[in-house]
């Protein structure tokens, strides 16, 4: 399969990422506002391009373009991108912004240099095509049929999306950590000062996982329904599925700990960063680690 | 509450057998009215499903002992860990969830309504704004009504409902949106005990089967009132040769009648009257095809003659000689009891096919011979003659493998599914703010006005929308 345009929108994200990246960490060096507009001009580049990259993929393999570990880290990475820009406009914080098109950089390069089985666009297996007929039929119309999407691939993005929360979050937390150390020492560096107080981190952290856990339990569900079409039971303890649900166990006790006990602060941080952890433990360790249904996502 | 029911346990104490037992309900109660026992149980529900996904389920006892050694798998096998989701502790850790979510439902909650549906009674007090840390005083120079209209304006804009009361030396005004926000962790508890009762109902009426259909075979419904039969099994395959999807047509049949006819495939199961019938399996039967090739060996002739088709159970004339052959009987993998003479196969794949014919000349049976797809010739098909019979090939009969489920806890699962989802909206994306102000008259033209307000979570964006009412009070419109 040709996958020219795809490819070329992932050079070009690849590449505004990094620069974005710089802009972003000049305005934070130098202040200067130009430099904060540009950085976030680039940041809304990429965006689309990282967009493109998933529409030109799904063009060109005729599916849904989540259907393996490359297309995933795209995804994964759009996601990230999308609220961090929403955080962004909403809260006008820019110098967060280094930090996370960096990472966003790192992504991107880890992707491309995945083997090539990892990148490879398949068709999809039996158990893969799930297509929701009611979106069929209504596509027909158009001739579009092909279009259609189902459960998997509504668990998968919104899966996503619940993960790029809380890498959001899990970014954040370790801001707090820093900034909250610093401030009580009362001594700060030059970096550290520039960003946000260490309460305005805590409670966007906290925002984060309030995004994050919802998304996280869409997919969930409609993973479980999904299965219930394709292997005749809704939840079957598939280490993939545990794994999510311990995930989802231990985002459940943050939220508990903050709004009941009043955990915040360092407590919280360090419940986002173990709650973190079992997420790339979800992502990546279940399926090279352990046996089970789920191919990667 | 704690000093509360301890001094109620004292008091009981005295008044004998029933109110003892009154008084351990009442500890029991107290132990699962709390929310370090949610954490706990969350937590501990976290680690052990990690521990599930360590040690592999379900694997023969065996297995652990090669891996783990003797002691660890007497562990395993004395605490379940094998089948731990299924174990007693885990399910144990599940009621003690239900438990809290229940007792707390109880007791935490309705006072939490009440004082929600009571808001409107709650007596304004100016001072209380003091009070509130993001409460301010400002100074707005314009007409009384100007004033008045302003305060009214901006909660309308901003969607708050509003209640005024005229004190003396001015009024107040306090303003809410979003209770339905408080709620959203309500739904949510409600939400998992619906998922959980769904799941248990699963557990004791549910019904998982699995069956092999063979193409043009009937087999019975679970519950016996109905039949379903298979009429055709396929695989779609991609051009480069991979499989893209396996296909069965079902029909049901009630009464004798056929019902419903349905293609089935990966991901699209057929639902009757409770029960779905997934694809999730196909093969070849072993002691069963559609259709064998034999070819006709001439002796003397090097070559076989052109192949013919017999089609199971029937019989067809070998073309250019007076014999019919019929196929009567068929083994994938071939397999002969010397003691008991019994003829079979000994496993479903076709490791080595054998057909069984019957020769017939006109109305005459001549032989009855056992054809070896990959030994050609070591039996005579037909016996002093100048012919022999060969099994060149065959079309298998397929069966499929149908997945029979019947899970009535499914749709309670997903209906928590969705008041899960409806709480979610509500508790991190409803926010319930509460906004008080106070105006006085402070001089010609002047006015002192208080405001400050509560919201449950999120200060982050109130701070700001305080900010932007305090302006609008102030110029009349907001600030861009
Ligand atoms: C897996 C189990 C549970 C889940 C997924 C869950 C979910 C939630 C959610 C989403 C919230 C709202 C949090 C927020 O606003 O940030 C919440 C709040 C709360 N939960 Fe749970 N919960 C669970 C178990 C329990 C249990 C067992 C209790 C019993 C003590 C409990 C008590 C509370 C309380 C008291 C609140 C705060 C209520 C409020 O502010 O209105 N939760 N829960």
Redesign the pocket.
């Given at each position: 399969m040709k996958m020219i345009m795809s490819l070329m929108f992932f050079t070009f994200s690849f590449s505004f990422y990094f620069v974005a990246a710089f802009f972003y960490l000049g305005f934070w060096v130098f202040k200067k506002k130009w430099l904060g507009q540009c950085a976030t001009a680039l940041a809304y580049i990429t965006l689309l391009s990282t967009t493109m990259v998933l529409v030109s993929r799904a063009a060109e393999s005729g599916h849904a373009p989540f259907s393996n570990l490359y297309e995933s880290m795209v995804l994964f990475v759009w996601a990230i991108n999308l609220g961090y820009l929403v955080m962004e406009y909403r809260h006008k914080f820019k110098v967060i912004g280094a930090f996370v098109m960096t990472i966003e950089f790192v992504a991107m390069l880890s992707a491309s240099l995945l083997p090539y089985k990892f990148k490879s666009a398949e068709p999809l297996n039996p158990a893969l095509q799930s297509k929701w007929n009611w979106l069929v039929d209504l596509l027909r119309h158009a001739g579009l049929e092909k279009y259609a999407i189902g459960w998997l691939d509504f668990h998968v993005f919104t899966t996503f999306v619940g993960y790029a929360a809380f890498a959001i979050s899990f970014g954040l937390s370790i801001m707090y950590m820093l900034k909250d150390r610093s401030e009580r020492r009362g001594a700060q560096g030059a970096f550290v000062a520039a960003v946000p107080d260490a309460y305005t981190l805590d409670e966007l952290g906290?925002r984060a996982i309030?995004w994050g856990?919802p998304f996280l339990s869409v997919g969930i569900v409609s993973g479980a329904v999904w299965a219930n079409y394709a292997w005749g039971t809704y939840w079957s303890w598939d280490p993939k599925e545990t794994w999510s649900l311990v995930t989802?166990?231990i985002y459940?006790a943050y939220?508990?700990a903050?709004?009941?006990r009043g955990w915040r602060g360092r407590r919280a941080a360090i419940l986002s960063l173990i709650g973190f952890i079992a997420v790339i433990f979800l992502y990546w360790g279940v399926s090279f680690v352990l046996p089970g249904l789920h191919a990667y996502a | 509450m704690p000093d509360k029911s301890k001094k109620g346990q004292a008091h009981q104490i005295e008044g004998g057998g029933a109110s003892r037992l009154k008084t351990l309900g009442s500890k029991v109660w107290y132990f699962f009215?709390?929310?370090k026992?949610?954490l706990t149980?969350?937590i501990s529900l976290a680690v052990m499903s990690v521990l599930g996904t360590v040690v592999e389920q379900n694997q023969p006892i065996a297995s652990y002992a090669a891996k783990y050694g003797a002691a660890w798998t007497k562990l395993i096998v004395y605490m379940r860990v094998y089948d731990m989701y299924h174990s007693w502790w885990f399910l144990l850790l599940l009621v003690m969830?239900t438990l809290?979510?229940v007792?707390?439902?109880f007791e935490?909650?309705p006072p939490?309504w009440k004082s929600l549906l009571n808001h409107k009674k709650d007596k304004f007090d100016p001072k209380l704004i003091d009070r509130l840390s993001n409460g301010r005083t400002f100074i707005v120079e314009a007409t009384a009504v100007s004033v008045r209209q302003r305060v009214q304006e901006v909660f309308k804009k901003k969607g708050y409902k509003v209640m005024t009361f005229d004190e003396a030396g001015g009024y107040g005004v306090y303003a809410w949106k979003g209770i339905i926000g408080?709620?959203?962790?309500?739904f949510?508890?409600i939400s998992?005990l619906l998922i959980l009762i769904g799941s248990m109902l699963g557990t004791a009426y549910g019904y998982k089967g699995y069956k092999d259909l063979n193409v043009g075979s009937v087999m019975d419904s679970p519950s016996g009132d109905y039949k379903l039969r298979l009429d055709k099994f396929w695989i779609d395959y991609y051009d480069s040769g991979q499989i893209r999807q396996y296909n069965s047509v079902l029909t049901v049949i009630e009464d004798g009648k056929e019902v419903l006819t349905k293609q089935i495939w990966v991901n699209e199961p057929l639902y009757y009257k409770g029960t779905r019938f997934y694809q999730s399996n196909y093969g070849a039967a072993w002691d069963k095809i559609e259709q064998a090739y034999l070819a006709l060996y001439r002796k003397g002739a090097d070559k076989s003659e052109k192949p013919f088709t017999v089609k199971w159970g029937e019989s067809a004339a070998v073309p250019g000689t007076r014999y019919s052959v019929k196929l009567t009987g068929y083994a994938a993998d071939f397999y002969y009891d010397e003691k008991t003479r019994a003829m079979g196969s000994i496993s479903a794949d076709p490791n080595n096919p054998v057909v069984l014919v019957e020769v017939w000349e006109g109305k005459k049976p001549v032989s009855s011979s056992l054809l070896f797809q990959k030994y050609p010739g070591i039996f005579p098909a037909i016996p002093g003659s100048n012919y022999d019979l060969a099994f060149v090939n065959y079309r298998p009969t397929l069966f499929s493998g149908l997945s029979i489920n019947n899970d009535p806890g499914t749709n309670v699962v997903w209906a928590g599914s969705i008041v899960m989802g409806l709480?979610?909206v509500f508790?991190?994306f409803v926010y319930h703010r509460r906004v008080w102000v106070f105006v006085a008259a402070s001089g010609e033209g002047e006015w002192d006005v208080k405001l400050g307000g509560m919201i449950?979570?999120n200060q982050l964006i109130f701070d700001r929308e305080l900010k932007d009412i305090a302006g609008f009070i102030s110029t009349g419109k907001f600030r861009s």
């Open positions: 906290y309030a856990f989802w166990l459940a939220l508990h903050r709004v009941t | 009215n709390s929310l026992l949610t149980v969350l969830l809290n979510i007792v707390c439902t935490r909650f939490k408080r709620f959203g962790s309500d949510t508890h998992l709480g979610f508790a991190f449950n979570k």
